[in-house]
């Protein structure tokens, strides 16, 4: 009973009036399955538009001047920025879809939420062979304003007692502004903002993309096919009922499953080795984290650790927990099909390496482990930003592969900018661009966390 339920698209638990029984089997009652097939029988209605009483609030509108798919950070912060910058409150119409529904628990009408910053700074250690790179990174930072120093390692040993400088050339440290905060705590206000901006935050799976086209012939003799969306199907969720939405601009926020939809709008979809056959390459990749509690470990001041060897940790709260992790190598890269926890990956790849630079860790106990996923750009493990060159209107923010919460804001306005005035204007972002996979041009950046 409970499968057939589900198979017609029924909600179990709830009373479905529409369902009657006729020799063990099931049929559908016409007023209770009316949205299902609405949109069918109208076309074949001559002459008058459908009498019936049907509810579509629950749809999202059939025109948006720009759908952003996905609504997570990048995608919101998008989304703020075009709202910020329209030239009159409700010039633009910004619709965001979202799949996941977790991410919709927000309440709108809450107080202003605490981002609950740790100001207690980033504490990046290099090697000998990486202490160059470390040391021209702090260069660039600080002529654009960040207060970075550098410290030796002796100096490193007498500012922080408990850490164990063997391996250790060369250290960076923010002094000012800097250290973590609430990623949940910014997703919710950030999604109240924009709704109180006027955007449209709606739950479904985008499914299709309406296009036209057009051949042409690049200045290298390259003959290419251009594309413009004009319509985006939504899927809603639990349920077989979808909703067109024509629009003018899409952005592709979709995070670890940006290239999937890069792949509906015909994206990568050519000859190998042209820009017609060029893909996005950004896919999940599953990442692990983990929360232990050690009343031995350092003290308040601790700032945030990201070692030589990849492993990161920071304090938790006030009552000695600390939280952790890092990324696996390529061949232990695990099965991204499902958030299963690998208890032994802490065990074998991170613990060693806490104990090693911090010892007081050895006496360190598990709390709890959960894992997300990153939308992993496999070029160079860096952002796709601003307009796709053949689907004319698709915008990428995504494949930041676990810096997103860091880069959203700039990136959001950087996108917004790009599709409002045509061009990068407060930051150049161009090194970005889609161009420089099928150019085989990466922006790779190092000792970063």
Not at 387 to 409: E, K, R
Request: glycine content about 10%; hydrophobic content about 40%.
């Amino acid at each position: 009973m409970f499968r057939r339920v589900l198979r017609l698209g029924l909600t179990p638990g709830r009373p479905n009036r529409g369902l009657r029984t006729r020799r063990g089997g099931f049929i559908l009652d016409w007023d209770a399955k009316v949205s299902d097939f609405k949109k069918k029988i109208e076309c074949m209605l001559p002459g008058k538009q459908w009498g019936m009483p049907y509810d579509t609030s629950y749809l999202p509108p059939k025109q948006s001047d720009v759908v952003i798919i996905g609504g997570g950070i990048l995608g919101l912060s998008v989304a703020f920025w075009l709202k910020k910058m329209e030239s009159s409150r409700g010039a633009i119409r910004v619709l965001v879809v979202e799949q996941d529904h977790t991410e919709y628990l927000a309440v709108v009408d809450a107080p202003l939420v605490d981002l609950q910053f740790n100001p207690s700074g980033c504490l990046l250690l290099a090697s000998e062979k990486n202490a160059a790179t470390l040391e021209s990174n702090v260069k660039m930072q600080r002529q654009e304003g960040a207060k970075v120093c550098l410290i030796s390692p002796e100096q490193l040993q007498n500012k922080f007692p408990w850490i164990n400088i063997e391996g250790v050339a060369l250290a960076s440290y923010g002094m000012e502004d800097e250290g973590w905060f609430d990623a949940w705590s910014l997703f919710q206000g950030l999604r109240r903002k924009v709704q109180s901006m006027g955007v449209l935050l709606y739950q479904g799976e985008v499914t299709r993309f309406i296009t036209s086209s057009r051949q042409m012939e690049t200045t290298s003799g390259e003959q290419v096919v251009l594309r413009r969306i004009h319509e985006v199907q939504v899927k809603m969720n639990n349920s077989l009922e979808y909703q067109p939405v024509e629009c003018a601009v899409v952005i592709n926020a979709a995070g670890a499953w940006s290239g999937q939809v890069a792949e509906l709008a015909g994206i990568g979809k050519g000859l190998p080795g042209t820009l017609q056959g060029t893909k996005l390459p950004v896919e999940p990749r599953k990442r692990y984290v983990h929360l232990w509690h050690c009343p031995q470990g350092p003290g308040l001041e601790t700032p945030l650790v990201a070692d030589i060897n990849g492993v990161y940790f920071r304090r938790e709260g006030l009552g000695s927990n600390y939280l952790g992790g890092c990324s696996p190598t390529e061949e232990e890269e695990p099965d991204p099909t499902n958030l299963e926890v690998d208890h032994d990956f802490f065990q074998n790849k991170v613990w060693p390496h806490l104990v090693q630079r911090v010892p007081s860790f050895k006496t360190l106990k598990v709390q709890s482990n959960w894992a997300g996923y990153y939308d992993y750009n496999t070029f160079d493990q860096n952002g796709v930003v601003g307009p796709h060159p053949l689907v004319v209107n698709m915008y990428f923010a995504t494949g930041f592969s676990g810096h997103g919460l860091q880069h959203a804001p700039g990136i959001g306005r950087a996108v917004a900018e790009m599709v409002l005035e045509g061009q990068f204007k407060t930051i150049d972002m161009s090194p970005f661009l889609f161009n420089r996979f099928y150019l085989g041009e990466k922006l790779q950046e190092y000792n970063i966390l």
